[in-house]
């Protein structure tokens, strides 16, 4: 592997991780593979630009910001360290979320897969919290909860879904947690 191709992987990274935190999300976009694969282990798994742009916008909804930190590349592949805040993880209680492993597997040039596994303990914490945020939304916000979730309970990711989950996140804070 010659040096400017990985110098050149990390300045894409970099360049990545700028887009994503302005939410730009056509430049975002324009650094995938059209057959990319996206992966939080455990979490999600998405694949082509269409599925994975959703996790993008709803990004924006909740007000993400991503450091991709530690990285270190070869000829095709950059591994890093993945931090991720954003409005939802601070109403969990997490200033942040670690992903110990982020791994990007790069083809002529574009991300073609996307590998992060996330600090296990922390993960669970914040599925516990969203677990009754949720059964709360179901409860008193009918029409929004089937707005927001898929008749099989899978939350769509989208902007406006990402705002108005935060939102019902903090009423649900200042009524029910003490």
């Not at 939080?40 to 450091?67: M, P, Q």
């Not at 110990?100 to 600090?119: H, Q, T, Y």
């Amino acid at each position: 592997a010659d040096m400017p191709g990985q110098a050149d992987l990390l300045s894409v990274v970099a360049s990545f991780q700028d887009a994503a935190n302005r939410h730009a999300i056509d430049e975002v976009m324009a650094m995938f593979a059209d057959d990319a694969e996206f992966e939080l282990e455990g979490l999600t798994r998405l694949v082509g630009k269409k599925e994975i742009r959703s996790i993008f916008e709803y990004d924006a909804g909740v007000n993400s910001e991503i450091r991709l930190i530690n990285c270190t590349a070869t000829s095709d592949t950059v591994s890093c360290q993945l931090v991720e805040t954003n409005d939802r993880l601070r109403l969990a209680g997490l200033d942040k979320l670690l992903y110990p492993s982020c791994v990007l597997a790069f083809e002529k040039g574009l991300i073609r897969s996307w590998r992060a596994i996330p600090d296990p303990g922390p993960a669970r914490a914040f599925d516990q919290f969203w677990g009754a945020v949720r059964l709360w939304i179901a409860e008193h916000y009918p029409s929004e909860y089937s707005r927001m979730f898929t008749r099989e309970g899978r939350f769509m990711r989208n902007r406006e879904n990402g705002e108005r989950v935060v939102q019902l996140a903090r009423q649900y804070r200042s009524t029910v947690a003490t």
